[in-house]
């Protein structure tokens, strides 16, 4: 496609501006990586995880609990991929199921102070067509987890309960 802008923009204020990808985090760099709310049947879904989600370090509040915790489907994209590529292709490939629609509810911007990393999250509520099941997909779900909004659990690797709760109420009424 040719770039038929009729400008060319100058950074002057460390406008978000992105090279190449690479294989690591760079201190001060940039990161996308999209959070996806399960959902089968109007319940939410989570995944029991020994090792977390794929491709990320297990958290701190996992590693102390002394078993498997859950998580929802959290990755990066592929560079290039549309968004509808990288929801049907993390699912798939995290939870072996379908989707069926998503929706964007909601986008977090934030710095991590001990990297520098600035992180863009995406929040994505995710309907699937089929609930998934315990199997290796990415890595080993020993179970599948529904609720709905009223009896969360208390077991998921990077959020606190009630952080949880207010996330999941926003993202039902976008």
Known sequence: MANNKPFKYHWTRKE???????????????????????????????????????????????????????????NLPIWGETLDEYVRRIVMESAGVKVKDYKV??????????????????????ELESLPKPGVHGN???????????TVPDEF??????ELEECLRSALKR
Do not use: C
Not at 140 to 149: L, R
């Open 157 to 162: 690797g990077w959020w606190e309960k009630d």
């Open 16 to 74: 978000a501006n992105f090279g190449p990808p690479i294989e690591g985090e760079v201190k001060g760099g940039m990161h996308i990586s999209i959070e996806n709310f399960l959902m089968f049947d109007g319940k939410f879904v989570a995944l029991r995880r020994p090792e977390a989600n794929p491709q990320h370090e297990i958290p701190a509040k996992a590693q102390k609990a002394g078993k498997a915790l859950l998580y929802f489907v959290h």
């Open 140 to 150: 080993e779900i020993t179970e599948v987890v529904t609720f709905d909004i009223d």
């Open 105 to 126: 509810v909601d986008l977090n911007m934030e710095l991590y102070e001990d990297t520098q990393q600035w992180a863009w999250t995406p929040y994505i509520l995710v």
